[in-house]
């Protein structure tokens, strides 16, 4: 029971060092940046490693054709394809980085 209670004390002894590591690691979140793609890469979406979505491409003959509903399931295909990639390159990341490995609710698919 007490041994409990001396891991608190150890983990309140290094919160300072812990905000420190979570703060370099949201740090290098923002440094990722991967791209989903959707249709032969005729809609791509850039994001980063915060779940943001930085830039969206899509050719403009997916637009001319006028079919919005296949656009639109590009569009989601390619955002949950770059999401995919944020999680699995953000895992390998903070796995390398020696913790924190499941932060973004698992591995693979």
Do not use: Y
Request: proline share 2%.
């Amino acid at each position: 029971m007490f041994g409990k209670l001396g891991d608190l004390a150890d983990l309140m002894k290094n919160a300072g060092k812990i905000r420190e590591s979570m703060e370099k690691a949201a740090e290098a979140l923002g440094q990722i940046e991967v791209q989903g793609e959707a249709g032969g890469g005729g809609v791509v979406v850039k994001m980063n490693g915060r779940m943001e979505a930085t830039s969206v491409r899509i050719d403009p003959r997916l637009a001319a054709d006028g079919d919005v509903e296949l656009l639109e399931d590009l569009v989601l295909a390619a955002t949950n394809a770059a999401l995919v990639k944020v999680r699995e390159t953000a895992t390998q990341s903070f796995t390398s980085m020696g913790g924190l490995p499941n932060i973004f609710g698992g591995g693979g698919s």
